[in-house]
């Protein structure tokens, strides 16, 4: 199948399609739906989370329509009828979506995204919005974890070949990147995104020349500015370091070049980056960095720096492209609302034996409260949407979990998370460059205590819920 040859509109769960029939044909057909798209735990036991995804899912909903091939393959199922079909034929969608920018630091029940839709439309773009939030989200946020780890030290995304496939690479890179990442080996990244995109050598091309010298010698003559020569295809200090030496030294230092890089892709890497570091400086090329890779994640990243391993940058493949240790986001779509032809909204909640699997209930709105003195976010509000938020205090917060945890907030700025993205079927949003939001992601981390960082035991960041929503969910809870 050629890779243009199908459309996304048929990239939802069936169950999607054979409940919009079910509105098409009911009295809730016009009625307006609200969903919100929130996730309930943090990978990997953390204590936060990156938002990512929302771009692709604007162009998912810009570009949203039923072609002819798609009709056709709903009527030979032989269970939707004419006028359901003709309706998809002329889908539109028209409603309206809030959602926190990407890049933002997003906690466990807050909506990362709020649809307001007439039924079917919502109903009908679930699958994608589920699927670009808890991808991107998922490959940001370890992104992030990795970046944290090496203390400013530059990582890139190494993962194409082992991500879940094309799709997965290309927009994984393109999560990694918001999360922290310097850039990626995926070319086509770069082309789509901007990404930056670099690459050396493989072990490969180091093999195919009749000696290892030769190898270096001839890619030092070809890129001279800055090159990264692999050293581990045969022996690192039998021969691949000497021959790197050699080779800086016959070609590129006659141009008065000094910039050069080593890569190491294998074995105990404190012992052969420290090795690596004397051998290099006694031989005068201080200006040389090492890098290394080799299944590399977080916590060997961090074990690596504590034990006082020279290395410059590192290179991280399948346990970041594919979040190895924790690879689903766990990210839901829940009906929270619905809007009658009056314009009343009348909440709806999902109630579970479960308790994370209860839902807040309404039309709502988060707000971020950050202490003046620090600029560190001190705790997040979930409110009702007709709610107006004190911004000048004092402010009192509960833990909803543990209502006797209270805190009383004072000399603090407030700020309301999520934005409008569409307006009645219109893109009303401008998504900023990528390396802006990565920017933002930066500065979104900043805003977070190490303790809400840390990997292991983080502290548990206050989402309350204000007195108001508080009531409705605890009635609804007790009137079921």
Known sequence: MKKDAYNLALLCDFYELTMSRGYFHSDVKDKIAYFDVFYRRVPDGGGYAIAAGLEQIA??????????????FLRSKNIFDEAFLAYLKDFRFTGDVW????????????????????????QL???????????QSLIATKAARMVRSAKGRPISEFGSRRAHGEHAAVYGARAAYIGGCNGTACALSEKLFGVPAGGTMAHSWVQMFDSEYEAFETYCRLYPDNPTLLVDTYSVFGS?????????????????????????????????????????????????????SNSLDEYI?????????????????????????????????????????????????????????????????????????????????????????????PMEIFDPEHTWKRKTLENYTVREMSVPIF????????????????????????????????????HTYYVDLSEELWNLKNDMLNHR
């Open 59 to 72: 162009e998912y909903i810009m570009d949203l329509r039923f072609n002819d091939d798609d009709i056709e």
């Open 99 to 122: 959602g926190v920018p990407e890049g933002t630091v997003v906690f466990p029940h807050e909506p990362i995204l709020t649809v307001r839709a007439p039924v079917i439309e919502a």
């Open 125 to 135: 773009i679930e699958t994608y919005v589920l699927l670009s939030i808890n991808h």
């Open 240 to 292: 691949g370091i000497p021959n790197a030496i050699k080779a800086v030294k016959n070609v590129l230092w006659p141009q008065g070049k000094k910039k050069c890089a080593i890569r190491i892709d294998s074995g105990d890497i404190t012992y052969i980056s420290c090795k690596a570091r004397r051998i290099l400086d006694e031989a005068g090329l201080t200006d040389c960095t090492i890098t290394v």
């Open 301 to 393: 990243i961090r074990d690596l720096i504590s034990q006082g391993a020279q290395v410059d940058a590192f290179g991280i493949g399948e346990r970041l492209i594919t979040a190895k240790s924790a690879p689903v986001f766990g990210g839901v779509y829940k009906l929270v609302a619905t809007e009658g032809s009056d314009g009343n909204i009348t909440p709806k909640i999902k109630i579970s034996e479960n308790i994370e699997k209860i839902t807040n209930p309404g039309f709502k709105k988060l707000y971020r409260f950050y202490s003046n003195e620090t600029k560190k976010a001190i705790a997040d509000l979930l409110t009702l949407s007709h709610e107006v938020v004190d911004q000048d205090g």
């Open 423 to 458: 307006e009645k079927g219109k893109l009303v949003y401008n998504f900023p460059d990528l390396a802006e939001v990565r920017e933002h992601c930066k500065r979104e981390i900043a805003t977070m205590w190490d303790e809400v960082l840390r990997f292991e035991n983080p």
